[in-house]
């Protein structure tokens, strides 16, 4: 792809099995079509967490500049001439997930009468705000390095990153190892978001906070270490090896701080893999189209590309009258198993009880106008009557949520619905795990409405525009 300079955010680099070429794609890019022999290809996700890299882009001059630059600014003698460089790459966990929040708040309304004699009179209104919204964090991985920042902030959104291996590793640098094993740092996330909910005191009963299905990455990240030992004394600068910004100028250091990780086996990264995006039954190219569903154009095989336990078999539509505005979009529909039923029906009860849990299929920006979608898709789904889908046409949306991440948020749309049936519930009910019986997809007609979508079955499911990305 020549035009880099779109892109924004996080992108991943790849080669082409086709060809060899240098490939770029955007975070969740799912499809691409190589520019230069122009295969379809499509990525793999591991199962182990993968590991990514950063790419060093500071020259050993601009290193020396940079670090000119903070002493001018800071007043300090510039750098000796026998500067040292050392180059290397410092490991981070990245995690990320979507965290709940349950906070117990009371409002104070002043209510005055027109009269200025009498006293103000205030009322006090408690309510409890319940809120969905990603979570993400970056932690240090490797042995503690003075210097060296513990988390890369907001900086790991929006940077180009290569799979890590050897190859894109340029001579001379060091990798660090990951020092800090899996299993401390999900529970080093874990109290850290616990006591997210104890900053805010709550008004009253508890305030909850959870994070879901927390996803974790290894990310590589590109410092230079620069010494200088001048009549001053020694300085140690750290230089960020992508903006070349000097994090931090020590002039002593602690030699070795009680590390508390200390050995442990080398981990074994999942590694990204690049396949030619082709039907499975006969072998031609499917649409170069960010999506999991696909029926093929060739044979008319339906092609699921989830790695998940589920398995799809076919796929349907709600039956209705035709209109040229309706966009059809995918839900994910997850059978309630008879085990849980007699707990979970009536939480998502309308007239007739629902059997079943319906999520997006598609991507979504908001996840509180996400929840609010299932939470009415699925008291409705009793009403829905389905045909099977032969063929795709325009009207069909992308499905662009993998059922992992749709499994999220039934798992979310459970915890919440009990929230808000109990409010003595105090953390996840841990005696539900929910194994969907069957899984379906099915797709469902909406048209706009002023700023609102609304389906066109019974004119009831609404939801805000702007949660359908493009
Ligand atoms: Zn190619
Ligand atoms: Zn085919």
Not at 269 to 291: A, W
Not at 309 to 318: G, K, S, T
Not at 329 to 341: G, R
Not at 442 to 466: G, L, R
Request: net charge negative; proline share 6%.
């Amino acid at each position: 792809m020549k035009n880099n300079n779109n892109k924004s955010g996080f992108y991943i680099g790849v080669t082409c099995p086709g060809c060899g070429a240098d490939l770029e794609l955007e975070k969740d890019f799912f499809t691409l079509t190589c520019s230069h022999c122009g295969s379809v290809l499509r990525i793999k996700m591991p199962q182990a967490p993968p590991a990514y890299l950063v790419k060093n882009t500071q020259t050993p001059r601009e290193i020396k500049f940079n670090v000119d630059r903070y002493l001018k600014r800071n007043m300090l003698p510039l750098t000796a001439p026998d500067l040292q460089i050392k180059h290397l790459y410092y490991p981070y966990w990245k995690v990320e997930g979507l965290m709940l929040k349950v906070r117990n708040k009371v409002n104070e309304r002043v209510i005055r009468d027109a009269s200025e004699y009498q006293d103000r009179v205030i009322s006090q209104v408690a309510r409890t705000e319940i809120g969905i919204s990603p979570y993400l964090v970056t932690v240090a991985a490797g042995s503690f390095f003075e210097g060296i920042p513990d988390s890369l902030g907001l900086r790991s959104e929006y940077v180009k990153l290569l799979p890590f291996s050897k190859e894109n590793v340029q001579d001379g640098f060091d990798s660090l190892p990951v020092r800090r094993p899996y299993d401390k740092v999900q529970a080093a996330v874990l109290d850290s978001v616990k006591s997210v909910g104890e900053i805010d005191n709550p008004a009253f009963g508890t305030n909850l906070t959870e994070l879901f299905h927390p996803n974790y990455e290894i990310i590589y990240f590109p410092y230079a270490l620069v010494e200088s030992y001048g009549e001053e004394g020694f300085d140690r600068f750290i230089v960020d090896g992508l903006s070349g910004r000097v994090v931090k100028h020590l002039t002593q250091f602690t030699l070795d701080e009680d590390a508390d990780y200390t050995e442990i086996p080398p981990l074994d990264f999942g590694r990204l893999t690049v396949e030619y995006h082709r039907c499975y039954n006969c072998g031609k190219d499917l649409p170069d189209r960010h999506s999991l569903v696909y029926i093929c154009e060739n044979c008319h095989v339906l092609n699921v590309i989830d790695k998940s336990q589920y398995r799809i078999n076919e796929i349907a539509l709600v039956n209705s009258e035709s209109r040229e505005a309706d966009i059809l979009l995918p839900f994910w529909s997850f059978k309630i198993p008879e085990v849980l039923q007699a707990r979970l029906e009536p939480l998502f009860g309308g007239i007739r009880k629902s059997d079943r849990l319906v999520v997006p299929a598609f991507a979504v920006n908001n996840y509180e106008a996400a929840y609010r979608l299932a939470k009415r898709m699925s008291a409705a789904s009793p009403q829905l009557d389905l045909v099977p889908v032969e063929t795709f046409d325009l009207r069909f949306r992308a499905v662009d949520l993998c059922l992992d991440k749709a499994l999220v948020l039934v798992d979310i749309l459970i915890y919440r619905a009990q929230l808000e049936r109990q409010n003595t519930l105090k953390s996840k009910d841990e005696s539900i795990v929910f194994q969907a019986e069957q899984v379906a997809l099915f797709y469902t007609p909406f048209h706009p409405d002023n700023y609102f979508m609304v389906d066109s079955i019974i004119n009831a499911i609404t939801f805000e525009k702007n949660l359908v990305p493009g």
